[in-house]
């Protein structure tokens, strides 16, 4: 392996997938204590195991790797991408096509690094103003470049958690300006090179013709903005994936009611503006939390979404809430992440839930709409 060269390479499709816990394997180059290493990050159903090896030993792991277990890799170096093909016979092919990746300078390894990498134009960030042309990051956008590669960390964690071998159909309700629905494509259909279908819906015409304009521009010719209402929308039997950031109020649950219906493999949710259970909750025992305006608005917020993930947790998902960076709203804010898969025992879950709900006598949409999916009182 020539380590000057390798910016990244990536071992995917599984051979037999008995018996192997991971779905991908990504390598790159690290320099630690001034000596180069090869990181090695194993992708399970919704975490990533790092290991860092020698020059040497890296060889041998992936040569195994290419040997038992992946039928595919991806290698990036600054002059070309090459992919190998490995046939059921073990017959390689090599295709070689352009370089997505510039040349990584290992002495940076010790800054963050991330998904979005800064020294080389992205079209789509020179669209929005965030990158100049050459690829330098603007000074007063970087929080927003930061927004974005944190939202694509935590899409890198599910992405073994989305099916293989077909196109993804991602829908992103209450795309708005659609930054990140923008970021989530270039990652998954040129990065990661994976087959593509995605939509944004909004109810804003004039918003919705400019990031058709914009996705024109960019040719990203599998993703789609088209007008409309969350809750009436039904012109797809199945979606793999659904993102829906910053939605107001209900309209978040509306979302996650589509996601559920349609067996989504993961759902990328932000609340916003969660006004609805603030007119429900009561119990005197919160009174010195609830008669103040402010800390009721505040907990009425936290107690959404706990049960969004609780009722999400009964419908068949593994559900977890995790800080993401908003610069536009809130300074911070929380994502509700939530994986296809079971959760636990559904009779504790029920108890849980329906006693959280009954101590505040609250009536939240998202289990009415969802009646039929959960089980009853
Ligand atoms: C605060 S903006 C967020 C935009 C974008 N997702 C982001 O994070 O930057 C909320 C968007 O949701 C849209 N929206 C709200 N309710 C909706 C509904 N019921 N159906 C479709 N879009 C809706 C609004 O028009 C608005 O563009």
New binding site residues.
């Given amino acids: 392996m020539n380590s000057s060269t390798m910016i990244m390479a990536t071992l995917s499709q599984l051979r037999k997938k008995e018996g192997i816990p991971y779905t991908k394997v990504q390598i790159k180059p690290v320099e630690l204590k001034n000596e180069l290493y090869y990181q090695f990050s194993y992708f399970e159903s919704n975490k990533v195991a790092h290991k860092n090896v020698t020059t040497i030993e890296a060889t041998r792991v992936i040569k195994e790797l290419f040997e038992q277990t992946f039928r595919q890799g991806m290698i990036c170096t600054p002059e070309a991408d090459y992919q190998i093909l490995i046939s059921k016979k073990f017959k390689v092919s090599i295709l070689t096509k352009s370089p997505t990746k510039s040349e990584i300078d290992l002495s940076h390894n010790r800054k963050k690094q991330y998904v979005l990498e800064e020294g080389q134009p992205i079209p789509f960030l020179v669209e929005l103003g965030i990158m100049n042309e050459q690829g330098k990051v603007l000074a007063r956008k970087y929080d927003k470049f930061k927004q974005i590669n944190r939202f694509l960390e935590m899409v890198e964690d599910v992405l073994p958690s989305l099916p293989e071998g077909r196109t993804i159909t991602i829908l992103?309700?209450?795309?708005?300006?659609?930054?990140?629905?923008f970021a989530l494509y270039h990652y998954l259909a040129i990065q990661e090179n994976r087959s593509l279908n995605v939509i944004g819906?909004?109810?804003?015409t004039d918003?919705i013709e400019h990031c058709n304009r914009l996705a024109d521009k960019l040719e990203y010719t599998q993703l789609k903005f088209l007008v409309?209402?969350?809750?009436e929308y039904d012109e797809l039997d199945k979606v793999d994936m659904v993102v829906?950031?910053?939605?107001?109020d209900t309209?978040t649950d509306?979302a996650l009611e589509k996601a559920v219906r349609w067996n989504a493999s993961v759902i990328l949710s932000?609340p916003?503006c969660q006004h609805e259970l603030f007119t429900q909750v009561k119990n005197p025992i919160l009174d010195p939390l609830l008669s103040h305006g402010i800390l009721k608005e505040r907990f009425s917020a936290l107690a959404t979404d706990g049960v969004r993930a609780k009722l999400l947790d009964l419908m068949g998902y593994r559900t977890q809430l995790l800080e993401f960076i908003d610069m536009?709203?809130t300074p911070k804010n929380i994502l509700i992440r939530a994986v296809k898969g079971e959760s636990g025992d559904q009779a504790q879950l029920w108890k849980e839930y329906t006693e959280f709900r009954d101590f505040l006598q609250i009536s939240p949409y998202l289990e009415k709409v969802c009646k039929d999916l959960l089980p009853s009182n």
């Fill in positions: 992103d309700f209450g795309c708005g300006k659609s930054y990140l629905t819906l909004d109810l804003k918003v409309g209402d969350i809750a829906t950031l910053h939605a107001c309209a509306a932000v916003c536009e709203h």
